[in-house]
T-cell receptor, first 118, second 113 residues
Framework: AQKVTQAQTEISVVEKEDVTLDCVYE???????LFWYKQPPSGELVFLIR??????QNEISGRYSWNFQKSTSSFNFTITASQVVDSAVYFC???????????????FGAGTRLFVKA | EAEVAQSPRYKITEKSQAVAFWCDPI?????LYWYRQILGQGPELLVQ????????DSQLPKDRFSAERLKGVDSTLKIQPAELGDSAMYLC???????????FGPGTRLTVL
């Protein structure tokens, strides 16, 4: 069975603070993909990043960075120098092979709501 | 920029009525997903298509929900009859293939009275 846990329900920071959103996953697959999505107040989910299970290199994109550690089954997301526009709900997701359906199945975590105050 | 289109954006219906949602994925995307998102929760996969075939509908309440993607392009999700507990956001997403990054439409917010 696959599972994604985002233990932080809500985080509140002041602008320019760094913030890390945690994601822990469970899967028995050797091939899987991990994702982060952003859902701003407007409601539409926006893709941020995709990593495959064989690539543990950390990635940086502007103020965003991701730390993938298979040893701890974690895929954490850090926003550096947060801005008010970063206020949103962030979802971690896992796509793994489902033997039942013979295809990749995606499950989402419950999300972390980030508030960035000016 | 290519986008996933969904309609309607909002739907209010009474319980026991039938409702239908439409989704047009990004051109060339073989995989199409329907999710249900209840307020405060993450999206839950209802059904996944690969071209015109259903590859996963294990979470679809098949006694009242149906989905089709007849020509492997656009898709329709139907609920009949709607129940109060069906009030939620229904999201459509598409990807080039299974396991790929998913691009989401704006969603249809359903309210069942």
């Amino acid at each position: 069975a696959q599972k994604v846990t985002q233990a932080q329900t809500e985080i509140s920071v002041v602008e320019k603070e760094d913030v890390t959103l945690d994601c822990v996953y469970e899967t028995r697959d050797t091939t899987y993909y991990l994702f982060w999505y952003k859902q701003p107040p407007s409601g539409e989910l926006v893709f941020l990043i995709r990593r495959n299970s064989f690539d543990e290199q950390n990635e940086i994109s502007g103020r965003y960075s991701w730390n993938f550690q298979k040893s701890t089954s974690s895929f954490n997301f850090t926003i550096t120098a947060s801005q008010v526009v970063d206020s949103a709900v962030y979802f971690c997701a896992l796509s793994g092979w489902s033997g039942n359906t013979g295809g990749f199945k995606t499950i989402f975590g419950a999300g972390t709501r980030l508030f960035v105050k000016a | 920029e290519a986008e996933v289109a969904q309609s309607p954006r909002y739907k209010i219906t009474e319980k026991s009525q039938a409702v239908a949602f439409w989704c047009d994925p990004i051109s060339g995307h073989a995989t199409l997903y329907w999710y249900r998102q209840i307020l405060g929760q993450g999206p839950e996969l209802l059904v996944q298509f690969q071209d015109e075939s259903v590859v996963d509908d294990s979470q679809l309440p098949k006694d009242r929900f149906s989905a089709e993607r007849l020509k492997g392009v656009d898709s329709t999700l139907k609920i009949q009859p709607a129940e109060l507990g069906d009030s939620a956001m229904y999201l459509c997403a598409s990807s080039l293939g299974a396991g790929g990054e998913q691009f989401f439409g704006p969603g249809t917010r359903l309210t069942v009275l």
